[in-house]
């Protein structure tokens, strides 16, 4: 409309610096997601930036890297990481977690955000594993969480929306995780890209949960 001029802005077109000022403080607050703790202040798990549908079990083969998505919206620090063994393995094994940021395709970038030292798991156990006392700040940003062991194991996976479709399309086109074959490595510090997606309907399936503070 010729004319038109909003109401508040100036014969230059622009609102007056309060009104601006306001305005920039408005749309630059990050939203905290927030995470679950009880009255009584026990912290409970999940996945930064993440919602979850379902659980299932999913297993991990040897001398294989898994890497799963998530995204950061505000600065995050997480505190502890944790997965649960369903079926155990035939031997002694060792378990390495570590988080990644990404590059623009949602590939394992630089050295590792977190390294987590290797966790054992002896033959046969089931239960919950978990490495605690951490302090690892996490700005907005995409991450990989990642998982590779040395022996063939079963842990407990939670369901959540995945980002991808995989490239074939078809009737199972949800990428549940990306994966590479990787000898047992403590989350190395040049990462291996992973190479191909498990195609599903279930969305992602991580085998990492997180304790944070936003």
Known sequence: MVGYKPVGVDSNGRFPTRVETALKALFSTKIKRGTAKTSAGTLEWGVP???FHGVSTSPLVANEVRYVPFEVKTATVVTALAFEVT???TAAANV???IYATDGFHQPTGTPVYAAPSTTVASAFTGVKSVTGLSVTL???TYLLAMNVDQAMTVRTYLAPTPTIVNGLGASPLGIRYYAAQAYSVTPANPTPWTSVTPGTTGLSFGIVAQWTE
């Open 96 to 98: 390495a977690l570590g």
């Open 139 to 141: 700005q907005p940003g």
């Open 87 to 89: 079926t155990g393995p």
């Open 49 to 51: 930036g993440t919602s």
